[in-house]
């Protein structure tokens, strides 16, 4: 289980599961979701929000992991940009250790 921070001011933060991760590079969340300035803001995390919600509804197979996913941590009250630019650090750092490993 990992903690990340949600807000600048450090009094929010959220718990990251390994099968958040796992579902995360199941479905390549993450890929293509930035744009070229590197900026995550809102809109980046309103991106990952429909790109989610398309994946679900054009899915045929059981999508539980995806919604836990949803659920847990990217429909969460304290899920902002900021939250978001910590988990997508947090995966880097998991995918790299992983393939160390």
Do not use: P
């Not at 979701?33 to 990952?48: C, R, Y």
């Not at 059981?62 to 939250?83: E, P, Q, R, T, W």
């Amino acid at each position: 289980m990992y903690t990340i921070q949600t807000n600048a001011s450090g009094t929010r933060s959220m718990e990251i599961s390994e099968t958040h991760l796992e579902t995360i590079e199941k479905y390549s969340l993450f890929q293509g979701l930035i744009d070229s300035n590197g900026i995550v803001d809102e809109s980046v995390l309103d991106k990952l929000k429909l790109n989610i919600r398309s994946l679900i509804a054009s899915m045929e197979e059981n999508s539980k992991d995806l919604l836990d996913l949803c659920i847990d941590v990217i429909y969460h009250n304290n899920m902002k940009a900021f939250g978001l630019h910590q988990l997508i650090l947090l995966y880097i750092n998991w995918k790299r250790d992983k393939e160390t490993a």
